[in-house]
């Protein structure tokens, strides 16, 4: 399985979590994990509930998309056909919906090829021929979604999406409709065997997606130092980062910001959009010296 992932947004992996729902957990703490679920999901960050983004948002896609147990079932599965006139064996996903509806487990069979050129509500995606979502294909909306409950890009597949241009928004939205991939499972989007292909690009390309502090960040600071040039990475004023626990085990809690300000000194100073609220460490193990 080959994945490109080249976002035209900052992606950091942290877990933003509040004190009601400060916890670490183990591979044996299933259970203390379901009966937290809730509280964490609700601290979570999900770029569709992001005010920043809103303008972008489709606006049906909430009324289309999060909508529970849709009543999708595996013997609903539908093989597309492109019926090509023209030998192509393409298919518009704006043409789709007379073979798949929003609880059918829609697959794109090898040799053909699906273009989004619209929305697309289905039950599941399964892609064994390819999928193209880029400005061509979407030149008609600035932006369009794909729902489904799983996206899986199985054995000689390739889901490729490249957005280019920064007036264009493109949405993949993971629904909760029962839908379940033997490998996969439910509410998911990936590749499976060796010769599956995810590719997804944007306009924006970022060099690195996540550093580490130069110095420690403690209770009150606005002012947080790397160890990388943030210029030189790609990071922006408007950006959202997150700063992970840097206590032992991941324990401790994380804090999301805004990038107000980058410095112009080349010392990889960035100003917050707030305060930090928790202490963060910065501590540094040499290599040992060479050996002659």
Not at 12 to 17: C, D, E, G, K, N
Not at 189 to 206: A, H, M, P
Not at 254 to 280: M, W
Request: hydrophobic fraction near 35%.
């Amino acid at each position: 399985m080959r994945i490109i992932y080249s976002i035209s947004f900052l992606v950091a992996f942290a877990l933003i979590i509040d004190q009601t729902t400060e916890a670490a957990f183990d591979q044996g703490d299933e259970n203390a994990y379901l009966a937290n679920f809730d509280l964490i999901d609700a601290a979570s960050y999900a770029a569709i509930d992001d005010p920043s983004g809103a303008s972008s948002l489709p606006s049906d896609l909430l009324a289309q998309c999060k909508k529970e147990n849709n009543g999708v079932r595996v013997d609903s599965e539908i093989n597309v056909d492109a019926s090509p006139t023209d030998g192509s064996n393409i298919i518009l996903s704006s043409n789709l919906s007379s073979q798949c509806q929003s609880n059918s487990i829609c697959t794109i069979p090898p040799g053909v090829t699906l273009r989004m050129d619209s929305s697309l509500n289905v039950g599941a995606l399964v892609v064994r021929g390819s999928l193209e979502w880029n400005d061509i294909t979407q030149q008609q909306y600035s932006s369009i979604y794909l729902c489904a409950g799983f996206v899986a890009v199985e054995e000689g597949g390739a889901f490729r999406m490249d957005l280019q241009d920064q007036g264009n928004r493109g949405w993949i939205y993971i629904k909760d409709d029962g839908a379940v991939h033997p490998v996969l499972r439910s509410r998911s989007f990936g590749g499976v065997g060796s010769n599956s292909i995810v590719e997804i690009t944007g306009s924006r390309q970022l060099l690195r997606t996540w550093s580490l502090l130069s110095e420690p960040l403690r209770i009150g600071d606005r002012y947080m130092k790397l160890l990388h040039n943030p210029v030189y990475m790609g990071w922006k004023v408007g950006d959202r980062i997150a700063i992970a626990p840097t206590k032992s085990k991941s324990r401790g809690t994380g804090q999301e910001f805004r990038i107000v300000h980058v410095s112009d000194d080349n010392d990889g100073t960035i100003t917050l959009s707030q305060a930090a609220q928790h202490d963060f460490d910065a501590d540094f193990y040499p290599p040992p010296p060479p050996v002659n």
